[in-house]
């Protein structure tokens, strides 16, 4: 489900990098909480462009039985198919700029390079729909919206599983996190919008991403039991009118 990462101009670059790359391209974005979509604040999208290319360049795309390699090849050749028109769509559309990958190969199993995408469209299909690969989407805010780029974030997708706000500024980030309050159900600050691990996070999403019922929370209790309300009354019942009446 699209997971977004919002950025604001008092975070710290280099965690930005590394969240996105983590959370974007492990499992190759196969998974429901992987990110595709990242909110930049202009005055760091240099320094963060910077890192996200050339680090993005340099892992390693390989056989899961190859240790060193980051990671592989997509499940089938159904997800390479969908994968590959996105990435087609971002090279046709002239809202977008492919930055770093965008290369993909099947002669050999299914793969598909780690992609970033620069988009100055927001309202582009690729932060809009679920593509389940490695493709993270960017767009770039002027630092005097951030308040409308929150918004934006908020009603851009229909999808709301996780999400992440990367900020050093604990009232920007508690303003934030109340603005997005429902449109994630797991969310991380200055972290990876992924990794919650069974047994010590609740997860679950809202939206079109369900229920947001969380597993391993007492709230999924309920979901297996049938809840029967009982009122008792223990003196007799004297009279069918309302004091009213008498008046």
């Known amino acids: 489900c699209t997971v977004e990462a919002v950025v604001s101009t008092q975070s710290t670059g280099e965690s930005v990098v590394n969240g996105t790359i983590l959370s ?36 390693k795309i390989g056989s899961a039985e190859d240790i ?31 930055l770093v990958g965008g290369e993909c190969d099947d002669s050999v199993g299914y793969f598909v390079s780690p992609t970033i995408v620069l988009t100055s469209n927001p309202e582009c299909k690729l932060l809009k729909e679920e593509i389940f690969g490695p493709v993270v989407t960017v767009y770039v805010y002027k630092d005097a919206e951030w308040a409308e780029t929150v918004k934006l974030v908020d009603e851009t997708s229909p999808y ?32 990876k919008s992924t990794g919650s691990v069974v047994g010590q996070q609740p997860f679950g999403g809202s939206r079109a991403s369900g229920t947001n019922d969380k597993a391993v ?13 009982i009122k008792e009354t223990l003196v007799p019942l004297t009279t069918h009118t309302y004091p009213y009446m008498d008046q």
């Open 160 to 191: 709301g599983l996780t999400g992440s706000i990367f900020c050093r500024d604990r009232s920007i980030l508690h303003e934030t996190h109340k603005a997005l309050r429902h449109s994630a159900g797991n969310i991380y600050f200055n972290d």
């Open 217 to 229: 929370s007492l709230n999924l209790i309920g979901k297996w039991t049938s809840p029967q309300a």
């Open 24 to 59: 974007g391209f492990e499992y190759s974005g196969q998974k429901c909480s992987a990110c595709s979509r990242a909110y930049v604040p202009e005055s760091l999208w240099d320094e963060i462009r910077e890192g996200l290319v050339s680090k993005t360049a340099a892992l």
């Open 68 to 98: 060193p390699s980051f990671t592989s090849a997509v499940i089938d050749d159904k997800s390479f198919a969908k994968i590959s028109s996105y990435i087609q769509y971002a090279r046709e559309d002239p809202s977008c700029e492919i």
